[in-house]
Structure formats: structure tokens, C-alpha cells
């Protein structure tokens, strides 16, 4: 369990950074431009993600995420009492890695995001975000486990794109992200909505492929 436990820390804290640090980079090398700036955060997002399952998966499951750990509980992987520790560790190592942004571009190390996200739309988003990203990971994975670190960070980089939220789709990280002021980030008030939006397409994910494969 300790090995499981340390993947999960490294890989949250590594991807988390990620995502704020290569959101603050690629901002301030756009010059204004959104769609630029979206550009370099979403191609640092999938290759990191890319690396850290190949990476880590063997070792954790690198799940980064607690739609993930839950929906493996469902499935009866593992139990519940290490899926709220993976949970946990999820969450204090994805904090330290937006810190750990924060500190390596000069940034104040406490902040809170001013960026609303919401409305229906927006919520929709994310259902349809964290519901394609479990599929991903339960299809792939039954069918492809080669090829899942490539198929979610395709996906991922697919869904910051035709999703209205950008695809969060990760209830640690939408929290995380709301710890920051900068380009990825989500008003505190707005985090709410969207993890339960989350939950519920990560819920509907784990349905669908049941309906698929009744007898596994």
C-alpha cells in the first residue's frame, strides 16, 4: 500500500504543477491570445498525463483523480478504507504541486481564483468530460491496457477543446484549481456544481460499461 500511496502523491503533485505551471507559462507567452495560450497548457497537460500513467500505472493504478478511485471501488478493486487513503493522498499532493507552481514563477504561494465558471452549460461540460474520460479509462483498459496512458491523454486533450468547461473532470483538481489566480483557475464558489457534475458522469460512465459487460 505504501507503494501505491507514494505513486499517487507523485504523480497528483507532478500533474497538478503541471497544469498551473504550464497555464501561468503559456499565458505569458501568448500575448493575449486565449486560444494560444490553451494551446501550450493542453499540450503540457496530455504529455504529462501520457508520461505519468505509463509511468505509474504499473505501480498505483496512477488514478491522479477520486472519480477514478471511486469508480475501481465500484467495480470491487481494492477497498474502501485504501481508496479514502488514495483519495486523501490525491488531494495534499495535488495542493503542494499548485503551490509548488506557484513558488517557481514567483507567484504568492496563498491565492484564491477569481475565475467564475458556471451555468448549465459549463455543468453539462463536465458531466460529458469526466464521463468520456472514465469510459477511456474502463474501455481501454478491458480491451487496450497498452494503449491507455496515449487514449487519455488524447482524450483529455480532445475534451479541453469541445467541452464548455475546458475539462476539469477531477474533483481534487477543480479544488486545487481553485487555490489559484491565474489562467486554470475556478472561483471557490464554483467548485460545488462542478464536482457534482463530475461524480455524476463518472457515475454514468461505470453504469454504461456494466450495461456493456453484464457478466464481468
Do not use: K
Given at each position: 500500500?505504501?507503494?501505491?500511496?507514494?505513486?499517487?502523491?507523485?504523480?497528483?503533485?507532478?500533474?497538478?504543477?503541471?497544469?498551473?505551471?504550464?497555464?501561468?507559462?503559456?499565458?505569458?507567452?501568448?500575448?493575449?491570445?486565449?486560444?494560444?495560450?490553451l494551446?501550450g497548457?493542453?499540450?503540457?497537460i496530455?504529455?504529462?498525463?501520457?508520461?505519468l500513467?505509463?509511468?505509474?500505472g504499473?505501480?498505483?493504478?496512477?488514478?491522479?483523480?477520486?472519480?477514478?478511485?471511486i469508480?475501481?471501488?465500484?467495480?470491487?478493486?481494492?477497498?474502501?478504507?485504501s481508496?479514502?487513503?488514495?483519495?486523501?493522498v490525491?488531494?495534499?499532493?495535488?495542493?503542494?504541486?499548485?503551490?509548488?507552481?506557484h513558488?517557481?514563477?514567483?507567484l504568492?504561494?496563498?491565492?484564491?481564483?477569481?475565475?467564475?465558471?458556471?451555468?448549465?452549460?459549463?455543468?453539462?461540460?463536465?458531466?460529458?468530460?469526466?464521463?468520456?474520460?472514465?469510459?477511456?479509462?474502463?474501455?481501454?483498459?478491458?480491451?487496450?491496457?497498452?494503449?491507455?496512458?496515449?487514449?487519455v491523454?488524447?482524450?483529455?486533450?480532445?475534451?479541453?477543446?469541445?467541452?464548455?468547461s475546458?475539462?476539469?473532470?477531477?474533483?481534487t483538481?477543480?479544488?486545487?484549481?481553485?487555490?489559484?489566480?491565474?489562467?486554470?483557475?475556478?472561483?471557490?464558489?464554483?467548485?460545488?456544481?462542478?464536482?457534482?457534475?463530475?461524480?455524476?458522469?463518472?457515475?454514468?460512465?461505470?453504469?454504461?460499461?456494466?450495461?456493456?459487460?453484464?457478466a464481468?
Amino acid at each position: 500500500m505504501r507503494a501505491i500511496l507514494v505513486g499517487e502523491a507523485l504523480g497528483s503533485f507532478l500533474l497538478f504543477a503541471c497544469v498551473v505551471g504550464s497555464g501561468v507559462m503559456a499565458e505569458r507567452l501568448a500575448g493575449g491570445n486565449v486560444a494560444v495560450a490553451l494551446i501550450g497548457n493542453v499540450g503540457a497537460i496530455a504529455a504529462m498525463l501520457y508520461v505519468l500513467i505509463a509511468m505509474l500505472g504499473p505501480i498505483s493504478g496512477a488514478h491522479f483523480n477520486p472519480a477514478v478511485t471511486i469508480v475501481t471501488r465500484l467495480r470491487g478493486e481494492g477497498t474502501w478504507s485504501s481508496g479514502a487513503a488514495m483519495m486523501a493522498v490525491q488531494l495534499v499532493a495535488g495542493v503542494a504541486g499548485v503551490w509548488c507552481a506557484h513558488a517557481m514563477f514567483d507567484l504568492p504561494i496563498l491565492q484564491f481564483s477569481g475565475h467564475v465558471r458556471t451555468g448549465a452549460g459549463q455543468w453539462l461540460g463536465e458531466f460529458i468530460a469526466t464521463f468520456g474520460l472514465l469510459l477511456t479509462v474502463l474501455l481501454s483498459g478491458r480491451y487496450r491496457p497498452e494503449a491507455v496512458p496515449a487514449c487519455v491523454a488524447l482524450y483529455i486533450t480532445a475534451a479541453c477543446w469541445f467541452t464548455s468547461s475546458t475539462s476539469f473532470a477531477n474533483p481534487t483538481l477543480t479544488f486545487a484549481r481553485s487555490l489559484t489566480d491565474t489562467f486554470d483557475g475556478i472561483a471557490p464558489a464554483s467548485v460545488p456544481a462542478f464536482v457534482a457534475a463530475q461524480l455524476a458522469g463518472a457515475l454514468c460512465a461505470h453504469w454504461v460499461d456494466r450495461a456493456m459487460h453484464p457478466a464481468a
